[in-house]
């Protein structure tokens, strides 16, 4: 018998909070009995409806048949028994992986990768990838050189990591950043959407757009210290962790103006977004303003950047020096043998279409409920990315906990929303039970 199968459910958080904080949910997961959006609590023996998927990370439910196929299970094993540096240890594993990924998944043009676990230091990356090469374009390139006046411009409500330089830009609860050192940076107003329950976009955000980009604008022509010292503008299509904030297509082609005539880079932190979540590879292709770096993780199983020509505008980039930007395992086989096994089930079964419409019908039911009950507003989102306001805080986190005592589990993000990240093999009647639990958790 495994050793975990010897271990009483009601023992889990007894054993885990002797050693750690272990704050988390009070379920306990059971590995075997969880199927598709079904999370069995091994303590209750009761099933709950996924609507977190690990902070938007778990792409295909629990226990798809697709895991089962025997190759993919003997891949997976050998890639288990060992934990070879990717970065310098090259398998066939690894090849079929990078191939699938490149080909399938980052968009055309983007011929630049890094692999690395953990969205913070897919990030972090990003950013040392743009020091690098705004320190080229200024002519520094001995590693003697000083460029500690190099910054990254990034946004109010932005969560981009925990670590060294993210630390710097996320800015959503004062607990996740306080009492760290951290760069003073340049911070920009954040020009948020807000949606009538129509679908249309009922803020005045072109006012909101024009006060960003004109501080943008300020910082870099009234700063004589900064205004050439900009790096990269660095922003999440869809602000997550700081209320599921949208931005429009002109917005952000704003701000891939003001990179060109900045010389500086746009990057898109796709950690939470990427991989399918929109019903589309990457969020930004729903907006057309194409980047010059991007950062993925979580549904991705593996961390990294994918880059584009402009990094080519310096020859001895990050992608072309060695050892500039490296870890000792290069993220991990066994999240690529996994990755690769994840493409290959979503392009079998189309389900980045199933992710845009299962994502339509929550919408639609969302904005009923909505109508109905007064209980919330501004619905949102695309794909498996979707939101809504309540009130206040109070009032939203009463709901969610009306949403779990139904066994339906949802997620809060910024002052006052409730997201709802679901997997993208989600059913038709799979969806209409998230909103059947979601309703009658609404007041």
Not at 281 to 307: L, N, R, T
Not at 405 to 415: K, N
Request: glycine share 8%.
């Amino acid at each position: 018998m495994p050793v975990a199968s010897i271990i009483d459910p009601k023992q889990v958080h007894d054993i885990i909070g002797r050693h750690q904080l272990a704050d988390g949910y009070d379920m306990v997961l059971d590995l075997e009995k969880s199927y598709g959006p079904w999370l069995h609590d091994a303590g209750r023996g009761e099933d709950f409806l996924d609507c977190f998927t690990c902070f938007a990370s778990w792409p295909l439910g629990y226990n798809h048949p697709g895991l089962d196929e025997p190759e993919f299970e003997r891949e997976l094993l050998r890639a288990a028994k060992t934990n070879p540096s990717n970065a310098d240890l090259y398998s066939r594993e690894m090849a079929s992986f990078v191939d699938a990924f490149a080909t399938k998944v980052t968009p055309e043009g983007f011929d630049h990768h890094f692999w690395i676990a953990g969205g913070s230091l897919a990030v972090e990356n990003a950013v040392k990838t743009a020091f690098d090469w705004k320190a080229r374009r200024l002519g520094r390139t001995s590693f003697h050189d000083d460029v500690n006046d190099l910054m990254i411009v990034h946004f109010q409500y932005a969560f981009h990591g925990r670590s060294g330089y993210t630390l710097s830009m996320t800015n959503t609860l004062p607990d996740k950043v306080g009492l760290f050192p951290k760069f003073r940076w340049p911070r920009i107003s954040s020009p948020g959407c807000e949606f009538d329950l129509d679908g249309n976009i009922c803020n005045d955000v072109a006012a909101l757009e024009a006060q960003a980009l004109g501080e943008l604008e300020a910082f870099r022509t009234r700063c004589p210290a900064g205004g050439d010292k900009i790096a990269a503008v660095v922003i999440e299509p869809i602000q997550c962790e700081g209320g599921d904030r949208h931005f429009r297509p002109e917005f952000l082609q704003g701000l891939r103006d003001f990179c060109t005539r900045a010389d500086a880079l746009l990057c898109y932190d796709e950690v939470q977004t990427g991989f399918f979540g929109s019903g589309k590879p990457w969020m930004w292709q729903h907006k057309g303003v194409e980047p010059d770096i991007v950062s993925f993780g979580k549904k991705a199983q593996v961390c990294g950047i994918y880059a584009g020509k402009r990094i080519d505008e310096v020859e001895d980039n990050v992608f072309v020096r060695s050892s500039r930007i490296n870890s000792t395992w290069g993220s991990n086989l066994v999240d690529m043998v996994r990755s690769r096994r994840f493409i290959e089930l979503i392009t079998e079964h189309d389900y980045a279409a199933n992710t845009l419409a299962r994502g339509e019908q929550i919408l639609t039911g969302l904005r009923r409920i909505a109508r109905d009950t007064g209980a919330f507003t501004n619905v949102r989102g695309v794909g498996s990315l979707l939101a809504v306001d309540y009130p206040d805080g109070d009032q939203r986190n009463a709901a969610i906990g009306r949403c779990y005592d139904e066994r339906l589990i949802v997620l809060p993000c910024g002052p006052k929303s409730v997201r709802l990240r679901f997997p993208l093999n989600l059913t038709e009647d799979e969806a209409n039970e998230v909103l059947n639990r979601f309703e009658r958790a609404a007041t």
